[in-house]
């Protein structure tokens, strides 16, 4: 298991650096000219030239990636350029805070329901309950969420007045106060990843369910529900943990939509931002930060799957 | 007991297991109203009579001098204070940190009586050194500010005393005192560091002062306890809710969880007004969103071209199906029909025959096809180009749209393509504009126009005293761009502001400088 870790470790490392001049250089040849972008209609030949050079733009660009990796690997991931005076890594811990926590609220409120539906599905499958299983999560993927956020503000926020629909949370202020806040963008984000996370589990089931292993459980005369807990579920579910795992990756990094929508301070509504306003260090470090999110929460998911099938352990 | 009767008493009989199933059904069913009526009472979603909140785009910069974004100065000027300020319905010129006004009879000398005792956040004193270094830091590279073009023929300052400062000028300037209207005008003290604490802490002499501010996220302000206006502002705290989409802005608004949206594009207007909540307020202005050509290169250089450009726009109708008829037509010369130089020389008329003949003489008997470069994300631009497309149509223009969002076309295409079409906003003086735009050699000539006619009477219009010789003198300028400059200038378009019902005194301004100092929550 030791040199499994190790041997992930060094290659999650090495897709790390790779990623980082992937980005160094997309984001260098993205059209038009940071100082230009930061000066505006305001420039003059004068002071593009001033900020060309306090920025360091005139480097080559291999002195520039050098520079902006070793900061990173010292901590520190530079200032601001649209965000005057902030340190990128102070945003960055603020906004990825923001984004784990509705990550959380969201995982804690989907995972199990959707494990449930599919489970149901698989165990019913070709009844009423199946198709309908079927249909609400088809529908649910393919809605974009972008649509149902705005759906559900009319609906719960606009029409019934029961909910906010901006959620700008403020962390000066208690959370748990603010905590209605939430629900609109965690029922939006549900929508999006119960239908994956359900259809996967449905799948499985139904796969488990007609192996030999089981077929064999039944026939002994175990117990329905020993047979569905003890055998079907606990290998039914591990796929799934792949699928959560890149769920969990997109929740934390990838929401810039339903972050837009709601107004939410994530890292999503920090990378648009960044974009936008052509800050180029924030735009490096964000989707940096996002792709590591991505790479260790998979590792995370292949060690748990790891732990829970004791036949990959000794292959 | 019969075996029917038998059968009939099991049937009605409820087991304990149903009993309690039924009842927790039950249970839970009536605690969800009960939920959400707890989640709609929450301290949240209270809005407090002590609390003003108000949705803003989020800005890159607050600190004057500095600014490169209008809207950025809806929360600039809650913070700082300027030496002038427009208020009321209808704009007036008001003083504010300035007391009063006097100018030498060739108005090449100004001097500004100062407001005393009025104080910074910080503490000290606002007075004439505080004007001086405000002024003298335009001209400082390493702030590179955008207002060294504007006071660039100020030759000297002086502090005549404590609170007397006089601006000697190069040149005489009718409009100086128009120029401290700009966003990027608050005075700054001279004492604080606006390089380190300027976009984190800054301090002004404004009604409110920062508590503490989120980056990107809100700006949250108390009152001003020593405002120099005794007994304002009215409303113990400011909350600036930074949100990037306006559906969002305006969402926020619509369910109570904000009180004042500014800057609300034209396809909410309608949706605002049936809103029985909403109060909707509209502002004239001198906004325009120019399709300009460049004048250096053909076929543009034609002058018959540009103006089969011109006749091709029915004006009317253009304001109408792109800000919804809030607008006043122009004349393709930049001059705004409120302003006190403006001339009216009639409206130029649709008119396709006249447009294909043109081409025709310049050599584009077939027609011609341009393309248009704009910003895809700032109303109304996107929708005077397409309205122009369809309307060229018939005159044998074809168009193509290159619509790029506002970093590339800035980086990319603006003051480079050969069509562009951009977002101007607003200029209390024209001639600001003008010398801005269309004389030889600025850097914003978006046209890259070059007449030295146009400059002589420029020039003689920025130094002429008397207000009839320089009407005279602005209407030739009109003419003449009305006849052969470099762009369509369609219309000018209103600004609007939706408020909650419970808002009073709100009164948004034409220099971004919105007045949130007499505001009441009622």
Not at chain 1, 253 to 280: K, N, T
Not at chain 2, 91 to 120: G, I, P
């Amino acid at each position: 298991m030791l040199p499994y870790i190790f041997k992930r470790a060094v290659s999650i490392i090495i897709s790390l650096l790779v990623a980082s001049i992937i980005i160094f250089v997309i984001v260098q040849i993205l059209p038009g000219d940071v100082a230009q972008m930061i000066l505006g209609q305001y420039q003059t030949p004068e002071t593009l030239h001033q900020l060309r050079e306090s920025l360091g733009l005139y480097d080559p660009f291999y002195v520039r990636y050098v520079r902006w990796i070793s900061g990173i690997l010292k901590g520190d991931l530079g200032i601001s350029l649209s965000i005057t005076g902030c340190r990128i890594a102070d945003l960055l811990l603020d906004r990825s805070r923001n984004s784990l926590l509705l990550a959380a609220c969201a995982s804690l409120f989907v995972i199990p329901i959707s494990l449930l539906i599919g489970t149901i599905a698989g165990l019913k499958r070709d009844t009423w309950v199946d198709k309908m299983v079927s249909l609400t999560t088809m529908v649910a993927i393919s809605l974009p969420e972008f649509a149902s956020g705005i759906f559900f503000i009319l609906i719960f926020s606009l029409t019934f007045k029961l909910l906010p629909a901006m959620s700008n949370i403020d962390t000066n202020v208690d959370l748990l106060r603010q905590f209605p806040m939430l629900i609109l963008p965690i029922l939006t984000l549900s929508l999006v990843i119960l239908g994956y996370i359900a259809r996967m589990t449905r799948a499985s089931v139904i796969e488990v369910s007609s192996s030999n292993y089981v077929r064999t459980a039944v026939l002994m005369g175990l117990p329905t529900s020993n047979v569905i807990v003890k055998h079907i579920l606990r290998n039914a579910l591990l796929p799934s943990i792949t699928v959560i795992a890149m769920n969990m990756g997109w929740l934390i990094g990838g929401i810039v939509v339903v972050e837009s929508v709601f107004a939410f301070p994530g890292l999503g509504s920090l990378l648009l931002y960044g974009v936008m306003q052509r800050d180029v260090p924030l735009i490096q470090a964000s989707v940096l930060f996002a792709a590591a999110a991505y790479m260790i929460l998979n590792f995370v998911a292949d060690l748990l799957y790891l732990f829970l099938n004791p036949r990959l352990r000794n292959p | 007991m019969s075996k029917g009767k038998k059968k009939d008493s099991q049937a009605k009989k409820v087991t304990r297991r149903e009993f309690i199933k039924t009842t927790a059904c039950a249970g839970v069913a009536m605690t969800v109203p009960g939920i959400f009526n707890l989640l709609s009472k929450s301290a949240y979603a209270q809005s407090s009579k002590k609390t003003l909140r108000v949705v803003a785009i989020p800005h890159p910069k607050i600190t004057p001098g500095q600014m490169t974004s209008g809207p950025a100065a809806n929360v600039v000027g809650c913070i700082y204070d300027y030496l002038f300020r427009l208020e009321g319905k209808e704009q007036n010129f008001t003083y504010s940190l300035a007391e009063s006004t006097e100018h030498s009879s060739d108005m090449t000398q100004w001097t500004f009586k100062l407001r005393e005792k009025v104080k910074f956040h910080h503490g000290t004193e606002f007075t004439a050194d505080d004007v001086i270094f405000t002024v003298n830091r335009y001209f400082d590279k390493t702030v590179a500010s955008p207002m060294r073009a504007m006071f660039e023929h100020i030759d000297k300052i002086e502090k005549k005393d404590r609170y007397l400062v006089r601006f000697l000028l190069k040149r005489p300037d009718p409009d100086f005192l128009l120029k401290f209207l700009e966003y990027n005008t608050a005075m700054l003290a001279h004492d604080y560091d606006y390089n380190q604490f300027g976009n984190t802490k800054p301090s002004g002499t404004g009604a409110y002062k920062v508590v503490n501010m989120t980056p990107g996220q809100r700006v949250y302000m108390e009152r001003n306890p020593d405002y120099f206006i005794r007994g304002f502002p009215k409303v113990d705290n400011l909350e600036f809710i930074l949100i990037q989409e306006p559906q969002t802005q305006l969402m926020t608004v619509e369910a109570g969880q904000a009180d004042i949206m500014t800057w609300v594009p034209f396809d909410f207007l309608s949706r605002s007004r049936q809103n029985p909540e909403l109060t909707l307020q509209g502002l004239p202005t001198s906004f325009h969103a120019p399709i300009s050509m460049r004048c250096d290169q053909p076929p543009f250089n034609d002058n018959r071209v540009r103006q089969a450009m011109k006749l091709v726009v029915d004006r009317k109708m253009m304001v109408q199906t792109t800000v919804a008829g809030y607008g006043e037509v122009a004349n393709d010369d930049f001059i705004w029909p409120k302003s006190i130089l403006y001339n009216d020389i009639g409206i130029k008329e649709r008119n396709i025959d006249n447009a294909k003949e043109l081409l025709s003489k310049a050599g584009y008997p077939k027609g011609l096809d341009v393309e248009i470069h704009c910003e895809s994300n700032k109303p109304p631009v996107m929708d005077v180009v397409l309205t122009f497309q369809q309307m060229a149509k018939p005159a044998g223009i074809n168009v193509q749209i290159v619509g790029v969002t506002t970093d590339i076309y800035y980086a990319k295409y603006w003051l480079k393509a050969p069509v562009t079409c951009t977002s101007w906003g607003h200029r209390e003086n024209p001639l600001d504009l003008l010398i801005q735009t269309v004389k030889t050699g600025v850097p914003w000539n978006e046209g890259h126009y070059s007449n030295p006619d146009l400059d002589k009477m420029l020039a003689d219009a920025l130094v002429e005293v008397d207000l009839k010789k320089r009407k005279e003198i602005v209407k030739k300028i009109q003419l003449l761009l009305s006849e052969e400059g470099p762009s369509v200038v369609p219309f000018f378009y209103n600004l609007f502001t939706v408020t909650r019902k419970r808002v009073a005194g709100f009164q948004q301004t034409r220099n971004f400088v919105n007045d949130y100092r007499f505001v009441e929550i009622v």
